[in-house]
């Protein structure tokens, strides 16, 4: 049965691609859309239609180059050149391009990434960093295939591995699983063969697979990403562990906060019903299984499996202590197995390639490749895949391009809220499982946010503890307690009222929360304090000791003023761009800053013209020298 | 859980105890006090929330929550190292700092969860930091007054309408550190119901659930 | 905590009612009930949630547990034009907080609140998964990114002059 699906899929794909059309491939995931892809599509539509030009669009997903969106490739094979890749495709530039190399054969260079295939014209994409030190596993497709296509995805050799699989004993699966040492990508890293072994064990009937989708860290969206663009790797992958653990049912927990992948799950799931991959019988085997989608409404906690389940049965999503594990007593007490997107998207790969081959990649203990959303201060963020192993610095500086604007380096975070703050000694460090936990942070989601020299570590870790404080699910005492108090010290740190706060008490408390907390969201929200306490302290003891912050990020610790020798006679821009009118003129036409008005938020600094540079920031505040406000320059109207 | 009789030992004393059954009720029972609130014998699963009632276990390179230990044969315990204590104060400490004494006023008094512990592991009652909701008080409910800065959160009251009301009337609403017992009008007016609130102002540890003057002799 | 309903708003809480028949009366519908209401109403309404509470047979503050437990759930109508500033991490290191301040400070609300003329609201999200275009505020369904506190203005003012816009042609629509 899987033979006619593919045969199927090839015809179709033989017809796409006989068409002598050129073909416009946008990339339309979440990331695309907001950066504006819908508007550049239609743009093409009106142009082609306008004048009648005899293209194709195709709408695919993301391809991780988020610095790039919205990204076009133009097939123009007629032309004379190879399929090629342009960024920051607005509305002008698709109207443009569309006329100029659609109808006239022009594909104007100046605009151009590069070539998406090896030629003799036109430099390839693959000659820079950030695609050719990518390892691309679980990514390969994302961006290149019609996730709203089933077709698509099975001449791609999609379901291979599935249909393979149906032909071997569930328990044969699950040994290559452990052998290939697949540890779940959802943050802790247990070993996902283990995960199935002790479900197919398990004496229950009626077990479950939960594919975990509910990617609530601030900052990590590779979940979303693949459901986005690649739906059904992440479907093969449940179908697999179904088989091997004897599953009948899943569901998909994924946040309603993502619209789209939703709707383009649903499209998935409802095409390979179709196809009869999914339901009863499937390819004409005795085996059955249904997905369903449950949205969850939006709870950080609810990624913690216990959690997760309580929310699905229509309950508060608080954890419970573990064991019994899911794998024996999960959802309506059935065993459940719950896998996070990236492990189940993994899993056909391995299964297509062998347990051997996944060994290859990667590390010794953390085998295959990791997902990193890299974003904050560097030059191509976006979503990265690399084998496990590669150091922290060829990811931030080779891959990604760097710190921009001659910026300095200071901490990356990893992990989110669970992970903790990295100084520049640990760039040199291989990312993987282990070493991360070594060093304190943690996998985790998978999201990096890199941080220059402007951002305090006080700060940082004040945030994570706010989202941490907030998401709490207030069962037990040290999480929701806990954390309250520390997040109250850092505030008082970062507002200059830190006095009575040491180091030693945010030491203690974080981990007494670490130890005292039931789940792992309390067990790990100290992270990002320890981290920083340990490698960022000279930031901690210039807030505590001269309430100073040294990467003037701290607001009510910093405060600007106008360096009268540099300011211009006349100019305004200043004074018009305050959004609180804190900037007035002095007698003699220069600029002054009211400090009891100023909200602190650098809008003069930036607008003030770089011939004259004469805004200044300092900290602490009263380093900046009073300038008063002359009476007849009471504030304008008011 | 089995009737078979084993043997633990727990701070170098042998306590009898039935295989299975949580470490906290055998300890109790064996005469040794390790402070506790959210413990109630009858909840499945046990709650574990309010993180007092650590051990040390050995074997075990962390201290444990005692109501999770199933006990087996052999098991050797310890409930007064230096690292159970630091928890329990810890634990202690950030409940207080939620907590409104007025012990005087209070009727719990003399008979309160808080007040034993803070003797037993030697923590002042008024911390330094102390965080209070308003309103103090809610008294929509027909038969209950909730004091919402004693409670602790132990849940024992939401436990008790669980099992014997078909639509138990007590729950958690909010999340986190806004987290209360939720408090309607209405719905609650059964007289039958009644009994099942006295018995979840008797559970109660701190006198944050307190019969309504009227409902006090039935 | 109970509002002013609109008389469409009474209406479809009506037949809210008739329509919960669809979903299977278990404990496990309560939160899909849930996201359905609001998708409906775009709140919460506490005759709603007692509507629900009674379909599925448990008690009211059973139902209000759940709903105030998830980020989701509103009880508040939001304004028409819902701006929901995104306070993901990338958007944080970027200066997302001035710029909550600043809706906060042009509209004179907090964050959480509708302004009284139910044009406005303000939210803060936890991240909307757009970090290469940090800072990030939605204005609606509407992503702006590169977000700085001298666009706010900026933003509230074109929703003005838009609705002015549509009120002037309407007038003239009336008076043809």
Not at chain 1, 452 to 458: G, P, Y
Not at chain 1, 512 to 517: F, K
Not at chain 2, 60 to 89: F, K, M, N, Y
Request: glycine letters at 10%; a neutral charge.
């Amino acid at each position: 049965m899987y033979e006619a699906l593919k045969k199927e899929a090839l015809k179709r794909k033989r017809a796409f691609e006989e068409d002598p059309r050129p073909i416009i491939q946008i990339g339309m995931a979440t990331c695309g859309i907001a950066a504006g892809a819908l508007e550049t599509r239609a743009a093409f539509q009106q142009v082609l239609a306008e004048r009648q030009i005899p293209a194709r669009i195709r709408t695919v997903g993301c391809m991780g180059h988020c610095y790039a969106e919205p990204v076009v490739i133009i097939d123009h094979g007629a032309s004379g050149f190879p399929p090629i890749l342009y960024p920051e495709v607005n509305s002008g530039k698709a109207a443009m391009l569309a006329k100029l190399f659609l109808e006239n054969g022009d594909p104007r260079l100046e605009h151009i990434l590069g070539a998406t295939k090896e030629n003799d014209m036109i430099p390839s994409v693959m000659e820079f960093p950030r695609f050719n030190r990518e390892k691309r596993l679980v990514m390969e497709k994302c961006g290149h295939i019609d996730p709203e296509d089933i077709y698509d995805y099975i001449a791609g050799g999609g379901y291979a591995a599935f249909a393979k699989t149906l032909e071997r004993p569930g328990d044969t699966l699950i040994d290559e699983i452990q052998q290939s040492g697949l540890r779940g990508r959802g943050g802790a890293g247990f070993p996902t063969g283990l995960k199935w072994e002790l479900a197919r064990q398990s004496q229950g009937k009626e077990k479950i697979v939960i594919c975990n989708a509910d990617e609530g860290d601030p900052g990590a969206y590779m979940d979303r990403m693949l459901l986005e663009s690649n739906p059904h790797q992440v479907l093969e992958g449940m179908l697999i562990c179904a088989h091997a653990v004897g599953a009948g049912r899943g569901i998909v927990y994924v946040r309603a906060e993502y619209p789209l992948a939703v709707k383009t799950l649903e499209k998935a799931l409802h095409q390979a019903k179709e196809a009869r991959l999914l339901g009863n019988g499937i390819l004409g085997t005795s085996f059955d299984f249904h997905i369903d989608i449950f949205e969850g409404s939006g709870a950080f906690v609810c990624g913690e499996e216990t959690a997760l389940i309580h929310s699905i049965e229509g309950y508060r999503g608080m954890p419970r202590q573990r064991p019994p594990y899911p794998t024996e007593s999960g959802l309506f007490g059935k065993p459940t197995v719950i896998n996070n997107v990236k492990t189940l998207a993994t899993v056909p790969a391995i299964l297509e390639h062998g347990a051997q081959w996944f060994r290859g990649i990667g590390t010794k203990n953390s085998p295959g490749t990791a997902i990193f959303s890299i974003v904050g201060d560097v030059t191509h963020p976006g979503l990265v895949e690399i084998p496990m192993g590669v150091t922290l610095r060829t990811l931030i500086f080779d891959i990604c391009g760097g710190i921009p604007n001659k910026k300095g380096f200071k901490a990356v975070q990893i992990g989110g809220p669970s992970g903790g703050c990295l100084s520049e000694a640990f760039l040199d460090t291989p990312i993987d499982f282990d070493t991360l936990a070594e060093a304190g942070a943690m996998m985790g989601s998978g999201g990096m946010v890199v941080m220059n020299e402007d951002t305090c570590m006080v700060d940082v870790a004040r945030y994570f503890l706010d989202f941490t404080q907030k998401e709490s699910c207030g069962k037990c005492t040290f999480c929701r307690i806990g954390t309250h108090h520390l997040l109250a010290a850092l505030e008082q740190l970062t507002e200059g009222k830190g006095e009575s706060v040491d180091v030693n008490f945010l030491q203690r408390l974080s981990e007494d929360i670490r130890a005292g907390s039931l789940c792992g969201l309390g067990k790990t929200a100290p992270n990002p304090v320890l981290t920083s306490l340990k490698y960022f302290a000279n930031d901690y003891q210039a807030h505590m000791k001269e309430k100073r912050c040294p990467a003037m990020a701290c607001r009510p610790l910093v405060a600007f003023y106008i360096d009268l020798e540099k300011c211009a006679r006349g100019c305004d821009v200043c004074e018009g761009c305050c959004p609180v009118d804190a900037v007035f003129t002095t007698p003699n036409r220069k600029k002054g800053i009211d400090q009891s008005l100023c909200v602190k938020c650098g809008e003069c600094m930036t607008a003030c013209p770089p011939e004259y540079k004469a805004v200044m920031k300092v900290s602490p505040p009263h380093l900046a020298p009073v300038i008063e406000r002359p009476p007849q320059a009471a504030r304008k109207g008011k | 859980m089995s009737e078979n009789r084993i043997t633990i030992f727990v701070d170098g004393k042998a306590l009898k105890a039935r295989e299975g059954e949580p470490l906290l009720k055998a300890c109790l029972a064996g005469g040794i006090f390790i402070p506790n609130l959210c413990y109630m014998e009858g909840i499945d699963p046990l709650p574990v929330s309010c993180r007092l009632c650590f051990v040390a276990v050995e074997g075990r390179a962390q201290p444990v929550p005692s109501c999770s230990i199933p006990v087996r044969e052999g098991l050797v315990v310890h409930t007064d190292t230096p690292e159970v204590r630091r928890l329990q104060r810890q634990g202690l400490r950030l409940l207080l700092s939620t907590h409104h004494v007025e012990c005087a006023r209070c009727p719990a008094n003399r008979h309160c969860a808080l007040q034993d512990m803070t003797r037993f592991l030697k923590v002042g009652l008024k911390p330094k930091t102390v965080y209070l909701k308003a309103p103090p008080v809610r008294s929509e409910h027909p038969f209950l007054d909730y004091h919402v800065n004693r409670c602790v959160l132990c849940g024992r009251c939401v436990e008790i309408c669980k099992a014997r009301q078909d639509r138990p009337e007590l729950t958690f609403i909010k999340r986190g550190f806004d987290t209360t017992l939720g408090f309607f009008p209405g719905g609650a007016s059964n007289p039958q119901d009644l009994k099942t609130y006295r018995a979840c102002v008797e559970a109660c540890p701190v006198g944050a659930l307190v019969l309504k003057d009227s409902n006090k002799n039935p | 905590m109970d509002l002013e309903l609109s008389p469409e708003e009474r209406q479809k809480l009506q037949e809210l009612k008739s329509e919960l028949q669809s979903f299977k009366r278990e404990r496990g519908q309560l939160i899909p009930i849930l996201q359905w209401i609001q998708e409906r109403l775009s709140f919460l309404p506490s005759q709603a949630l007692e509507s629900v509470a009674e379909y599925l047979q448990i008690a009211y503050a059973e139902v209000f547990g759940v709903a105030t437990f998830y980020n989701q759930f509103r009880f508040h109508p939001p304004g028409r034009n819902p701006i929901r500033v995104c306070l993901g991490t990338a958007c944080h290191v970027k200066g997302a907080d001035i710029i909550l301040e600043n809706f906060e400070r042009k509209l004179g609300i907090r964050e959480g609140e509708t302004t009284p003329d139910r044009e406005f609201s303000i939210e803060r999200v936890a991240c909307v998964g757009c970090c290469a275009l940090a800072p990030v505020t939605l204005m609606g369904e509407t992503v702006h990114g590169y977000m700085a506190p001298s666009k706010v203005e900026g933003l509230i003012t074109r929703v003005a002059i838009e609705k002015e816009v549509r009120e002037r042609e309407r007038k003239k629509g009336a008076h043809v």
